[in-house]
């Protein structure tokens, strides 16, 4: 069993954390994760209301009595969502971690400490982890280069940003982007980190609230099939090379504007090639992770494979290679 200050921290058996995807972290992927003995997160914003996330936290007890967390990822828009709405959705549930995203989460943290609540920031760069520390966050999150969904602007991979962070934070760190297996959990541990958030390697599991087309996309990808899509804007992110994902590209690195490629980019497209299955229906989230993964196991089965072959590194083959 390996134990890290993160799982003795935040309760949870294994260091590793399923990340908040947009209208993937729902009730039944989570509760798989938790009673996996790992963390799972549900997204807020998939909910469209407070009170639909209160039901949807109340549908996720109904299903684990483990720990799970709540992501809300706070952007700035021309239209916020009533965000202290749902934060105060999550302490009048009692959820005990949140994970925060995006803008500062200092306005949120007394509420949710004065609640009993811990909170993970999850940031890009190593200025942005020590502010978040300064705040008063319980946990970093950090975020290499190869992650799905929004990298920063700083092109900085894990290899180095994640140790970068490390040696500058006192709080519990975790690793995300590129992570998929055991060999990049033994590898965290050794950069530094206390743990590993993966979100493309939950997608791809049998639980995962997504059509069948998308997991097997997944499955037959490369680490080369994504793309980098509204970088010119510095807005970047990460999405799964498509007909969609091009034309934005492309669009863009001819000088258009962003209300050129709105509509290309819109969130609700993405939600219908996780529905129904039709790839090239909008843009949708994936990180080069997926260059790793060429099987869609239930979750216990990859929370178990993970950790086993974790411990495996580190109690045998590493240790092997030095010469006493």
Not at 43 to 63: G, Y
Not at 165 to 181: H, Q
Not at 198 to 226: S, W, Y
Request: net charge negative; charged share 25%.
């Amino acid at each position: 069993m390996i134990r890290t200050r993160f799982t003795e921290t935040f309760g949870v058996e294994h260091p590793v954390v399923q990340g908040g995807m947009q209208w993937v972290g729902r009730a039944p992927l989570v509760a798989a994760v938790a009673e996996a003995g790992a963390l799972g997160m549900l997204t807020a914003l998939t909910q469209p209301t407070p009170e639909a996330l209160a039901e949807e936290i109340r549908r996720t007890r109904e299903l684990t009595d483990r720990p799970f967390g709540v992501n809300l990822t706070i952007l700035p828009t021309i239209t916020p969502p009533p965000y202290d709405e749902y934060r105060q959705a999550i302490i009048e549930s009692g959820v005990r971690i949140v994970e925060t995203a995006g803008s500062n989460p200092a306005p949120h943290l007394p509420a949710l400490h004065a609640a009993g609540i811990k909170v993970i920031h999850k940031c890009t760069s190593v200025r942005h982890a020590v502010k978040a520390e300064q705040v008063g966050v319980d946990a970093v999150g950090i975020d290499g280069f190869e992650c799905a969904g929004h990298p920063g602007e700083d092109d900085i991979a894990g290899l180095v940003l994640i140790p970068a962070a490390a040696r500058r934070l006192s709080v519990p760190v975790l690793a995300s982007g590129g992570f998929a297996d055991g060999r990049g959990l033994a590898a965290a541990l050794a950069l530094g980190a206390d743990g590993i958030t993966m979100g493309t390697r939950f997608l791809c599991t049998q639980e995962a609230p997504v059509h069948d087309k998308v997991k097997q996309a997944i499955v037959a990808a490369t680490e080369n099939d994504t793309e980098l899509i509204l970088r010119p804007l510095r807005n970047t992110s990460r999405v799964a090379s498509n007909r969609v994902s091009r034309e934005v590209v492309e669009r863009l690195a001819r000088g258009a504007a962003f209300e050129e490629v709105r509509e290309l980019v819109a969130g609700a497209r993405g939600r219908t090639v996780f529905e129904t299955g039709d790839l090239d229906a909008g843009v949708w989230t994936v990180g080069t992770a997926q260059g790793l993964i060429d099987d869609i196991p239930s979750v216990r089965d990859l929370v178990a494979r993970i950790t086993a072959d974790a411990e495996d590194l580190i109690l045998k083959r590493l240790p092997a290679l030095v010469d006493a």
